[in-house]
C-alpha cells in the first residue's frame, strides 16, 4: 500500500477528529476538501440500494475527499475510504478512488445500513461483487477454501448471466456510465477449480466491453480460481461509456465475458 508523505499525518489527524464530530459540514478539516458526488453516484447508490434492500436518501450524504491521496490512516490502519454515521452521515474518500465504484458503493452500503462494520449477509452476501471487500472487510468471516485436489473444469462448464443498468439512457445521464453484472455459478455440488487462459501472468475473470472498443475487468495474477459447490461469484464492471466523447444516439452491444468465454450481446439504447 502506498503511504501518505508524513506531511500529511498531521492534517489528517486532524481531520479524523472533525469526521467523527457533529461539526459544520461547511467548514471541512485542513487536509479536506468537499467532493460534488459524481453524476454517477446517483447510479451506483441504486444499485447498492437494490442490491441490499435498503433505502435512502442519497442527498444526506455529504461528501469529501483527500486530494492527491491514494490511502490515508485511519486508527493505525491505511484506508480508501471511511463513512462517519450519526448526525454527520458523512463519506470521505481518498481521491484516487472517487471514480472506483466497487469502493464507492462500499461506503454507500455502510450509510444504507447504518453502521460501520461489514456484516457478511450484506458484504458477501446480497452484495457481493457489487462492493468491494478485501481480507479486513472479511476479517473472521472467510468462507470455506476449495481443497488444492479439487477436480479442474474450464470456463465453459459454469453457468453465466450478465445484467445492464440502465438499457436505456443518454450521454448526459449518470454521467455516461452504466454497469454490468456478470455472474459465475458453479452447477457441480462439489468444489471445482476453474482453469484460466491467462496472458504474461495475468488473467481476466469477469469483463464486459462496450462496442468492441471500452473495457472493464477484474485480473488476478494466476491461472485458476476456486468456487465452492453451487457458489454464485459475481462483479459489477462500472464502465463510462462517453470516456472518448458523446456517443452517435442509437443502439450498442456490450458483450459479458468470463475469462475466454462470452456471453450473448446486451443492448444499451443511447437516446441522445
Not at 472487510?137 to 481443497?147: K, L
Not at 477449480?193 to 481476466?204: E, I, K, M, P, T
Request: glycine share 8%; aromatic share 10%.
Amino acid at each position: 500500500m502506498r503511504r501518505l508523505r508524513s506531511q500529511h499525518r498531521f492534517a489528517l489527524s486532524l481531520m479524523l477528529a472533525w469526521l467523527a464530530t457533529g461539526c459544520d459540514s461547511s467548514r471541512p478539516a485542513a487536509g479536506v476538501l468537499p467532493l460534488e458526488p459524481p453524476a454517477q453516484y446517483q447510479l451506483w447508490w441504486q444499485l447498492t440500494e437494490a442490491c441490499s434492500g435498503r433505502t435512502g436518501s442519497f442527498n444526506d450524504i455529504h461528501w469529501y475527499y483527500v486530494p492527491g491521496a491514494a490511502q490515508f490512516s485511519f486508527r493505525g490502519t491505511e484506508v480508501e475510504g471511511l463513512w462517519s454515521g450519526g448526525i454527520t452521515n458523512r463519506i470521505l474518500l481518498a481521491e484516487s478512488d472517487v471514480q472506483v465504484g466497487s469502493l464507492v458503493r462500499h461506503e454507500m452500503l455502510h450509510a444504507l445500513l447504518g453502521r460501520g462494520d461489514h456484516p457478511p449477509e450484506f458484504y458477501q452476501g446480497k452484495c457481493g461483487g457489487y462492493v468491494d471487500c478485501d481480507s479486513a472487510c472479511v476479517g473472521n468471516n472467510r468462507p470455506a477454501s476449495v481443497p488444492v485436489d479439487a477436480p479442474t473444469i474450464s470456463p465453459y462448464e459454469l453457468e453465466l448471466d450478465a445484467a445492464l443498468t440502465p438499457t436505456t439512457t443518454a450521454n448526459s445521464d449518470n454521467g455516461g456510465w452504466i454497469a454490468v453484472t456478470v455472474t459465475a455459478r458453479n452447477p457441480f455440488n462439489h468444489p471445482v477449480w476453474v482453469l484460466l487462459q491467462s496472458f504474461n501472468g495475468s488473467a481476466d475473470t469477469f469483463a464486459a466491453i462496450f462496442d468492441n472498443r471500452i473495457k472493464a475487468r477484474n485480473a488476478l495474477l494466476t491461472d485458476r480460481v476456486g468456487f465452492l459447490a453451487n457458489e454464485v461469484q459475481r462483479s459489477v464492471l462500472d464502465i463510462q461509456f462517453t470516456s472518448g466523447g458523446t456517443v452517435t444516439p442509437g443502439t450498442y452491444f456490450v458483450r459479458p465475458e468470463f475469462n475466454w468465454d462470452s456471453l450473448p450481446n446486451l443492448t444499451l439504447t443511447v437516446t441522445k
